[in-house]
């Protein structure tokens, strides 16, 4: 039950207890003996038993208005608390962010040197590889060239006598 509701039926309560009181206003103010338990005095039951009643009622609503008031405290004290915990919460987060970022940055760099390194010493085994075709090229070109030497000496030396017969020829024919 809200505190609405709770307020309306105490205070439908109240008007009705009133009334009840105002009603029978005669019974309620007929002089009797009451007996308070060390002594009896000469006064109107009803009244003694209203007043009675009323001081336990004002009595409840003291307790509900402290009551109300320690859980308003409460609320408060939680949310002041729970605004901590979440700043503290906000301040961890970005926290691990920046740790995240640094990391991340850290790590690229190291990719990027690794990267590098990686490339210059692939740069380097294709400079030596293209210095080794280079090699074995000149070297290639080389026996080639020596071989078709070889084969043109032979050449000269096989066709040469035959053409100096020729020749030797032409000029008696």
């Known amino acids: 039950m809200n505190l609405r509701a709770f307020s309306l039926t105490l205070a439908l309560a109240y008007t009705m207890f009133a009334a009840f009181a105002v009603l029978n206003w005669a019974a309620i103010s007929v002089p ?22 009323a001081a336990i009622s ?12 320690g859980v308003i405290l409460e609320a408060r004290r939680l949310t002041k608390e729970v605004k901590a915990q979440r700043e503290l919460a906000d301040t961890a987060e970005a926290s691990r962010f ?6 991340l940055e850290a790590e690229l760099r190291r990719i990027e040197t690794q990267g590098a390194a990686s490339t210059s ?53």
Do not use: C, W
């Open 32 to 53: 009797g003996t009451v007996n308070l338990g060390f002594f009896d005095i000469s006064a109107p039951l009803g009244m003694v038993m209203l007043m009675f009643t």
């Open 58 to 69: 004002g009595l409840f609503v003291v307790y509900i208005v402290l009551l109300q008031a």
């Open 98 to 103: 920046t740790e995240l970022r640094t990391l």
């Open 121 to 173: 010493e692939f740069a380097t085994r294709i400079e030596r590889s293209e210095q080794g075709m280079q090699d074995k090229l000149t070297e290639a070109t080389a026996t080639l060239s020596a071989y078709l030497g070889e084969i043109e000496d032979k050449l000269d030396r096989v066709l040469s006598p035959a053409h100096t017969q020729e020749v030797v020829r032409l000029p008696q024919g």
